[in-house]
């Protein structure tokens, strides 16, 4: 199937739209480049995690609504947030299409995820002289599975640490613990401040030990966190979602495979 005759619905959370633009042009651009025909409707919102979370499911319908009539003619809807990703898959209901949107949420995909499993991208040429530390998001890991959890006796793997290492010139550093939380959770760092900064103050350790530059991951709302620590530290490591050093390296297009 050559992926460019399909729709590629572009999902970009709030939080990115408003604190980290350059994340959602970053996937426009990357998913572009990978020959992929993206629409972005203007229009879009939360997905309704926030409420959903806190407990107000009911008051999330119509963000529900709202993404159902925006993306249900979409052959896949692609998102740079594996949180917001996960609770679309598994709460989408759009009022009287529960059974339209059951179809809908398994179009959904994080951006790793769609680019490993769907477009099965191969090679990427790519440059980012960096030692990079890699954050794997808990939603990401234990909710989409985009890489194997510790606590398992099971082969390991990881979808985007398989995408960073065709980064030329990147060094993916070792971290004592690999798949620890952030701490973030959403709304627990209101509902719980104090442990959610420990908890980053802790991730954020793990990579400074092992001399990190960059932190990056798959959903940015882990990273915000963990970048408001560094910030309020004053350190010089810096934050960088995986879709802007996968853009920002990509130096011609790549052919879609042909399944």
Not at 78 to 85: I, K, L, M, T
Not at 89 to 115: G, I, M, P
Request: aromatic fraction near 8%; include cysteine; glycine fraction near 6%.
């Amino acid at each position: 199937m050559n992926y460019s005759s399909l729709k590629i619905g572009l999902f970009i959370p709030c939080y990115v739209d408003q604190f980290y633009p350059q994340v959602g042009i970053a996937t426009l651009e990357l998913l572009e480049k990978l020959g992929c025909r993206v629409t972005f409707p203007t229009n879009q919102t939360c997905c309704g995690q926030p409420m959903a979370n806190s407990g107000f499911e009911h008051l999330a319908r119509p963000c529900d609504n709202l993404f159902f009539d925006l993306f249900s003619d979409c052959d896949y809807v692609v998102s740079p947030s594996g949180s917001c990703v996960l609770h679309i898959k598994e709460h989408l209901k759009a009022d009287n299409r529960a059974d339209e949107s059951k179809v809908l949420r398994k179009r959904v995909y994080e951006l790793v995820e769609f680019l490993t499993d769907i477009l099965k991208i191969e090679h990427i040429e790519a440059e980012f002289p960096y030692r990079v530390g890699l954050h794997q998001g808990c939603h990401g890991q234990r909710g989409l599975h985009l890489s194997q959890m510790s606590e398992l006796n099971a082969a390991p793997f990881s979808k985007p640490v398989f995408l960073l290492k065709q980064v030329k010139g990147l060094e993916l550093i070792d971290l004592d613990r690999t798949d620890e939380c952030c701490g973030f959770g959403g709304t627990f760092c209101v509902s719980e401040e104090a442990v959610s900064v420990k908890m980053g103050k802790d991730r954020v350790a793990d990579h400074i030990r092992h001399n990190a530059e960059y932190i990056t991951g798959s959903d940015m709302s882990c990273l915000m966190h963990l970048g408001g620590i560094l910030k309020r530290s004053n350190s010089n490591v810096q934050i960088k979602h995986i879709a802007e050093i996968l853009n920002s390296a990509v130096k011609k297009q790549i052919p879609v495979p042909i399944a």
